[in-house]
């Protein structure tokens, strides 16, 4: 195996494992949002409220479970944004300007596509 290839190989496992570890941890923080629903006898059919990024830590912080279900869903989205950053990293280390110029495509269209959704709800 060349050198190349090992430190493709090794970015592959480390992403891996960021987007194992990003899955694992959504769905934790999720999962306490809805017993926190629970407990509070909130049923998900009611409707949820609008996203708010700057209220979320204060949600957090009161332990209100719309926090923690917003903080489990950016967590969701994040996952595979980051594997794209890191592919986009990764193949700017080894040289392949080609798949740099496809990540950061991709990140494109991601950051239009949720421009696009601000401005649409608000």
Same mark, same amino acid.
């Given at each position: ?14 992403? %891996?494992? #960021? #987007? =194992?570890? #990003? ?24 409707? %949820? ?17 719309? %926090? ?26 080894? %040289? ?13 269209? =991601? ?12």
């Amino acid at each position: 195996m060349t050198r190349q290839n090992a430190v493709s190989h090794g970015l592959e496992t480390r992403m %891996g494992r #960021l #987007l =194992i570890a #990003l899955t694992y941890v959504s769905v934790a923080i999720l999962v306490v949002g809805v017993v926190l629903m629970a407990i509070d006898g909130v049923s998900p059919l009611d409707g %949820g409220p609008k996203f708010d990024l700057g209220a979320i830590p204060s949600q957090v912080a009161a332990f209100a479970p719309v %926090g923690f279900l917003w903080v489990g869903l950016l967590a969701v989205i994040s996952a595979p944004i980051s594997r794209v950053v890191g592919a986009a990293i990764g193949s700017a280390r080894s %040289g392949d300007r080609w798949l740099v110029v496809v990540a950061i495509a991709i990140l494109l269209v =991601i950051a239009v596509a949720v421009a696009t959704a601000l401005v649409a709800g608000s």
